[in-house]
């Protein structure tokens, strides 16, 4: 399973967004001193879900953090995260 879609399904378990955006920007930071010859590292992320929407940003984006954290560990090195309130 590719990473993105590992995302995707780690998050919709855990938070059941009404919108998620997954994508790659590996591309961007290809060449890179550490960067991975597949790409799959860096990921940029949109996300609205009514388990996030009572929580701060700081909170919301390390609830993420935590559910990702496998991920945050191994193949993704970068990730950015939008959350829409």
């Given amino acids: 399973m590719r990473v993105a879609e590992q995302i ?41 879900a009514e388990a996030l929407s009572e929580m701060s940003r700081i909170q919301a984006h390390r609830a993420i953090n935590q ?4 991920l945050l560990r191994g193949p993704i090195h970068a990730l950015q995260i939008k959350i829409v309130k």
């Fill in 8 to 48: 995707q399904t780690i998050l919709t378990d855990r938070f059941a967004p009404t919108i998620l955006e997954i994508e790659d920007v590996s591309h961007h930071h290809a060449h890179h001193a550490g960067a991975p010859a597949g790409g799959e590292s860096h990921f940029e992320l949109t996300i609205q």
């Fill in 67 to 70: 559910a990702l954290a496998d």
